[in-house]
T-cell receptor
Framework: DGGITQSPKYLFRKEGQNVTLSCEQNLNHDAMYWYRQDPGQGLRLIYYSQIVNDFQKGDIAEGYSVSREKKESFPLTVTSAQKNPTAFYLC?????????????FGPGTRLTVT | DQQVKQNSPSLSVQEGRISILNCDYTNSMFDYFLWYKKYPAEGPTFLISISSIKDKNEDGRFTVFLNKSAKHLSLHIVPSQPGDSAVYFCAASIPNTGNQFYFGTGTSLTVIP
């Protein structure tokens, strides 16, 4: 079945540690996105990538980094510079650029940093 | 600054009745609007969309209405079913910006059997 996988579903880290969240898609989509959701808030865009080896910052990129070495994969690293890393992280993908396409979401990773 | 707003955090509706979820936006550049449905601890799933050249789009029990002059859109669910209980997000996009979406804060819908 085609879809987006995020692993793990729950992740716990100590403050000061970097952590990498995985996102893989087999939909052959060109574009991929990372969002963060906090209680009572909408989804906020962290980074997005429209093509391999290229990515752009979203609204809240500070303290995060990404890479896009393969079309299928778009890992997100939450660095120790991120002041409030505890949140629900969602990865999404869409067909591509130009015409607006709906985004398909993975199941999410809940990160807790203590 | 929240460009897409859902002012009702929650809504309760009896099964079989109509559910109306509202969304307002401030950016007149938005050209495409979507509704997503989200269950707890899961990713959102796409429900229905509408382009700014239309004022209505229908898909089964779901209809989205767009009022561009009022910068307002709404999602109607008729008839509402208990399985519709979820958080609903509206989203908007500006053309030629890498398919970026701006999401509202969500409305939690509860359909009472």
């Amino acid at each position: 079945d085609g879809g987006i996988t995020q692993s793990p579903k729950y992740l716990f880290r100590k403050e000061g540690q970097n952590v990498t969240l995985s996102c893989e898609q087999n939909l052959n989509h060109d574009a991929m996105y990372w969002y963060r959701q906090d209680p009572g808030q909408g989804l906020r865009l962290i980074y997005y990538s429209q093509i391999v080896n290229d990515f752009q910052k979203g609204d809240i990129a500070e303290g995060y980094s990404v890479s896009r070495e393969k079309k299928e994969s778009f890992p997100l690293t939450v660095t120790s510079a991120q002041k409030n890393p505890t949140a629900f992280y969602l990865c999404a993908s869409s067909v591509g650029q130009g015409i607006i396409y709906e985004q398909y979401f993975g199941p999410g990773t809940r990160l807790t940093v203590t | 600054d929240q460009q897409v707003k859902q002012n009702s955090p929650s809504l309760s509706v009896q099964e079989g009745r109509i559910s109306i979820l509202n969304c307002d936006y401030t950016n007149s550049m938005f050209d495409y609007f979507l509704w997503y449905k989200k269950y707890p601890a899961e990713g959102p799933t796409f429900l229905i969309s509408i382009s700014s050249i239309k004022d209505k789009n229908e898909d089964g029990r779901f209809t989205v209405f767009l009022n561009k002059s009022a910068k307002h859109l709404s999602l109607h669910i008729v008839p509402s079913q208990p399985g519709d209980s979820a958080v609903y997000f509206c989203a908007a996009s500006i053309p030629n910006t890498g398919n970026q979406f701006y999401f509202g804060t969500g409305t939690s819908l509860t359909v009472i059997p």
